[in-house]
């Protein structure tokens, strides 16, 4: 199990900024729950506005590529740019930060500790019923 913290949180905004000054986004939306803190730092640190629904030329972001299920529902519009903080697969139509193991639970700073395990056994109890 990883526990990512704020200061990574931090490095994550930063770099990500840094990759995307020069673009022109129409704003910035996060997928709900993971997406959102991302969206909202890149929002205030890249000066566009937060957006409640994902539109042409916005930056699209979520914390992680898992399966790609979340994803694959905005790939349809045009003039986005796709951002995941970290990534279980090698990127191929959005960016990331990070590739990380495929087998590894990640615990976001947002998320609670307390409740990481219960999460990850309804996760993949979720994944065996979709089969």
């Not at 526990?3 to 939306?29: A, M, Q």
């Not at 700073?109 to 089969?131: G, I, T």
């Amino acid at each position: 199990m990883r526990v990512l913290d704020w200061n990574e949180f931090n490095i994550c905004v930063e770099t990500t900024s840094i990759l995307y000054k020069k673009k022109d986004f129409c704003g910035v939306y996060g997928f709900p729950r993971g997406g959102l803190c991302l969206a909202v730092a890149l929002s205030h640190s890249l000066n566009i506005p937060f957006l409640q629904k994902p539109k042409p030329g916005s930056l699209i972001v979520d914390d992680v590529y898992q399966t790609g299920s979340t994803l694959k529902r905005v790939r349809h519009i045009p003039g986005t740019t796709t951002f995941v903080w970290l990534s279980k697969v090698k990127p191929v139509w959005w960016d990331t930060l990070e590739v990380c193991d495929p087998a590894e639970w990640l615990v976001f700073p947002w998320e609670n500790m307390k409740f990481a395990q219960q999460d990850k056994k309804v996760y993949k109890h979720s994944r065996r019923l979709m089969q």
